[in-house]
Every structure is written in structure tokens, then in C-alpha cells.
């Protein structure tokens, strides 16, 4: 005959449940918390990007052409790198990044760059870097395109290039409405760029 339970026991019972579960409920939220640790750890994590020749794809702009290599998706925003194309002509007016760092390694062609106050001519196998706030502009002064290889850091600055390839589909330099759009543009992406005025070739 099974014996009734007591007040005592029943108590005794009644802890040993709140016990179990709370027990239960601690496991389970360390579960948790080390899931949604593990699942930010993972998201912070670098991807490997591996693109053999061809596979992305240049897209023109006004004055050249870029292939993007590295973005904000691959390097969770920490920096993004670029393949630009510059042809003879083009010449960026005397700007800055007050946020992001900027550095441009020549493939081919030679560049001609104004940091700060002094102007460079750079051959293929050169390098710059021009930190957040310097004042610089670039140009090709030659008959040849320029190839460069451009990094952002962090990333960011990419968007106002990819804005100037969307423009380009639909008008060309030199219109009115081409320059009501680049103005436009420089409006939308003041956060990127900042623009100082013009410079002169040496």
C-alpha cells in the first residue's frame, strides 16, 4: 500500500522541481547566449574570395571602367578593393575623404596625383596611400589608360562609384543633364567625398 504524502514530503518534492527546473532554465539560456555568441562570431568572420580571370565583369563609367574585387559583404565593412580604368582625359577635381583611408596601387599607364601640396608622376609599380582628410586629386596626363588598384578603408566610398555606372547607363559626359546628375550625386554622397575646387597639370 502506497504511503500518502506528507506536508514534508510534498514540500521536499515541491523544491526538488524548482530545482530541476531551474537548473533546466540556466542550461538553456547558456545554451542560448553561447549560440547567439557563436552565430556572431561566425557572422564577424571573413569570407575567402577566390575569382579566377573573367569573372567579374569591368563596368564603364564616366572616363573608364571598374571591376570590383573586395566589398563591405567580403570584409564585413572593413575595407573594399577595386580595379579601376582611367582613360587619357580624365581628371578628378582636388577632393578629400574626411572617414576613409585611400591608397592606389599603378598596374599600368602612368598616373599623375596631387597630395597635399606637392603633385607625383607614377609609373606602373608605383604606390600611394593618402589618409582620411588629405586633400588629393588624380589624373592621366597620358595617351594610354591608366590601370589602377584602388583600396577603401574602411569600406563605403565604393557606393558613390557604383552610382556613377548607373548614371553612365542612361546619359554620357559632357550633356546637361550628364552634369545635373553628377551634382546630384555629390549631394546624395557628401558623407563620402568632399570637394575642394580644381588643380592644374604641372
Known amino acids: 500500500m502506497k504511503k500518502p504524502l506528507t506536508s514534508h514530503s510534498s514540500t ?19 545554451q542560448i547566449a553561447n549560440e547567439d555568441l557563436s552565430k556572431k562570431q561566425s557572422a564577424g568572420k571573413q569570407t575567402i574570395v577566390v575569382y579566377k580571370a573573367g569573372q567579374r565583369e569591368e563596368q564603364p563609367y564616366d572616363y573608364g571602367r571598374g571591376r570590383f574585387l573586395l566589398g563591405e559583404a567580403d570584409t564585413q565593412g572593413a575595407w573594399s578593393l577595386i580595379e579601376i580604368t582611367e582613360e587619357p582625359g580624365y581628371k578628378t577635381p582636388l577632393h578629400r575623404h574626411n572617414s576613409w583611408d585611400e591608397s592606389f596601387y ?7 596625383a596631387k ?22 586629386g588624380q589624373a592621366n596626363f597620358g595617351n594610354v589608360p591608366v590601370k589602377l588598384l584602388m583600396t577603401i578603408t574602411p569600406s563605403g566610398f565604393e557606393r558613390h562609384i557604383k552610382d556613377r555606372m548607373e548614371l553612365f547607363k542612361t546619359v554620357k559626359p559632357g550633356s546637361t543633364q550628364f552634369s545635373k546628375g553628377m551634382d546630384s550625386l555629390r549631394k546624395k554622397n557628401a558623407q563620402y567625398i568632399e570637394f575642394l575646387g580644381t588643380w592644374d597639370k604641372p
Open 115 to 136: 597630395l597635399a601640396d606637392s603633385i607625383y608622376t607614377l609609373p606602373a609599380g608605383s604606390f600611394m596611400f593618402i589618409p582620411r582628410g588629405t586633400a588629393h
Open 12 to 30: 521536499s518534492f515541491f523544491f526538488l522541481l524548482v530545482l530541476v527546473f531551474t537548473g533546466w532554465t540556466q542550461a538553456t539560456s547558456a
Open 106 to 112: 599603378v598596374l599600368a599607364g602612368t598616373l599623375t
